[in-house]
């Protein structure tokens, strides 16, 4: 089965969602588009974030997108295959930067909608760990949740990650 319109990939931290994301957007044969969402604040994000660019190997052309994907997917062309990765560090940079979250998401959701491009989004499912323990992880928390709800109900396919075995939540795996 082909890849189609919009497929989400949800799983846990290093649950190995990205590298099933990258080898669904490498399979599927256009040409590679890596809409980033992470900023390098510290050491170790910086490290992360070089690891993930030698695992993408050549042939990929990255947009840097922290807090506005929507604009990178706007330009997106028939024949391409986009993967934003991740929803996660996008709705944190949106949130610590006291954005107004649903306009950010209405706008996203319109660029997915009028996008010509195959798009692969990463995200973190949260709701299966604890309940957190300050006031801003559990806001974090129920708004990664409902845009992942949201999300999931937009896409054509949902694949969930689980100790890096893919398996199909919505739709058939590509």
């Known amino acids: 089965m082909a890849l189609q319109k919009l497929t989400l990939v949800l799983g846990g931290a290093a649950s190995g ?9 490498r399979q599927a044969g256009g040409e590679a588009v ?3 969402t992470a900023q390098p604040f510290d050491a170790e994000m910086r490290e992360k974030i070089d690891r993930h660019r030698v695992s993408r190997g050549p042939g990929w052309r990255t947009v840097e997108a922290p807090l506005d994907p929507a604009s990178a997917i706007s330009g997106l062309q028939v024949g391409e295959i986009a993967l934003l ?8 940079n949106l949130l610590l930067s006291e954005a ?7 706008r996203l959701f319109a660029a997915f909608s009028d996008c010509r491009a195959l798009l692969v989004v990463v995200s973190n499912e949260v709701g299966a760990g604890i309940v957190p323990d300050n006031a801003l992880a559990r806001r974090f928390r129920a708004a990664q949740g409902g845009f992942n709800r949201r999300l999931a109900a937009r ?4 694949i969930g990650v689980m100790a890096g075995l893919p398996f199909a939540l919505k739709g058939a795996m590509p």
């Open 85 to 92: 990765d991740c929803a996660t560090l996008w709705l944190s």
């Open 100 to 106: 107004d979250l649903m306009a950010e998401e209405t």
């Open 34 to 36: 890596y809409i980033a």
């Open 155 to 158: 896409a054509n396919t949902v």
């Open 17 to 25: 969602k990205s590298d099933i994301a990258e080898s669904l957007v």
